[in-house]
């Protein structure tokens, strides 16, 4: 297992960092980013095309690499038609590619107090645990 995230990281730089991680052996790919894209309110239009580059990249270096990815969501604050277009992202890009796909990586913690830190965005340590069993439900199948 190896975490090449960044805390605060956009899927510009995160796609701008990958040829680091894919010098490495990688069974498993695990792409979650955007979050912090829908939060400053990047187009679009750039996020999807730089997950699709991500996952390009991935399958160009290794063909035969299972690919996970996480769908992230977002608060309203920059509107309701961003905020569902937003989350779209993920399951579409998902079935475009045939890559595996957690709905949502924050379920059950997202939204929840006293299972995120005080910015009301990371989840606490208890928090974690409930990410890990997402991430866990949807990898167990490809493990």
Request: proline share 6%.
């Amino acid at each position: 297992m190896i975490n090449a995230g960044l805390s605060g990281e956009t899927t510009a730089s995160g796609k701008n960092r990958l040829s680091w991680v894919l010098n490495q052996k990688i069974d498993i790919f695990i792409l979650e980013l955007g979050a912090n894209d829908g939060l400053r309110g990047i187009p679009l239009s750039e996020t999807r095309s730089n997950l699709q580059e991500m996952i390009d990249a991935v399958r160009s270096h290794n063909p035969d690499v299972k690919i996970l990815l996480a769908g992230m969501q977002i608060p309203p604050n920059m509107g309701q038609d961003y905020t569902n277009e937003f989350k779209m992202i993920f399951p579409e890009l998902a079935e475009e590619n045939k890559v595996s796909l957690i709905p949502f990586l924050l379920k059950d913690v997202a939204g929840i107090p006293e299972l995120n830190q005080q910015d009301g965005i990371h989840p606490t340590a208890k928090g974690q645990q409930i990410v890990a069993d997402n991430v866990w439900e949807i990898i167990e199948a490809i493990l």
